[in-house]
């Protein structure tokens, strides 16, 4: 190879130099930290080895190197069953496409797979404890592929349970005790 030129600091080319045996393939593994896509142009130089070494003539190859997509998510808060996910999706790379997958435990409903630059999801957790729901989210551009992830963590409302089955208290009745379907949560009485 007699040389390897690239732009936008495109790195892992061979180095200059190197020989490939008749057969061989070019096996760099090249790294663009752009977000726009760039090349790398190698000439090659064709010789036979042994008897008079005679060349060729040079041989140019241009590779294009896209970028690896990224996407930044926006800050998602803890939410209550029943409220809802708002989640945007910035890419770094023009024309990214973001698609996601959804992995929730079975007491989650609400949540779907899809595609775009906003996760706008209602959910409800039909559970006692808080839930963690995981958007897989999957940034493509020229067939390049990134993958962060976002969690998001449902927290259930509290039921009470044990109220009385009763329009009237008489003063001298003591109350039954009042308990919540989640732990760590307290009655309010009154405004």
Known sequence: MLSANATGGVTGMSAVG???NPGSSLADVLDNPTVT???VTYTFLPRIIGGLGCAG?????TITVNPLPTIVASAQPDICSGDFVNITLTPDVANTVATWTV??????VGESNGAGNLIFQTL???GTIPETVTY????KVNGCNGTPFVDVIVNPKPVIVGLPNMTQFVMATPLKALNSTVAGNYLRLGG
């Open 18 to 20: 190197t020989l490939f």
């Open 37 to 39: 896509s760039q090349t």
């Open 57 to 61: 003539d040079n041989v140019v190859v």
């Open 103 to 108: 992995s929730a435990p079975v007491t989650i």
């Open 124 to 126: 409800f957790n039909n």
């Open 136 to 139: 897989t989210v999957t940034p």
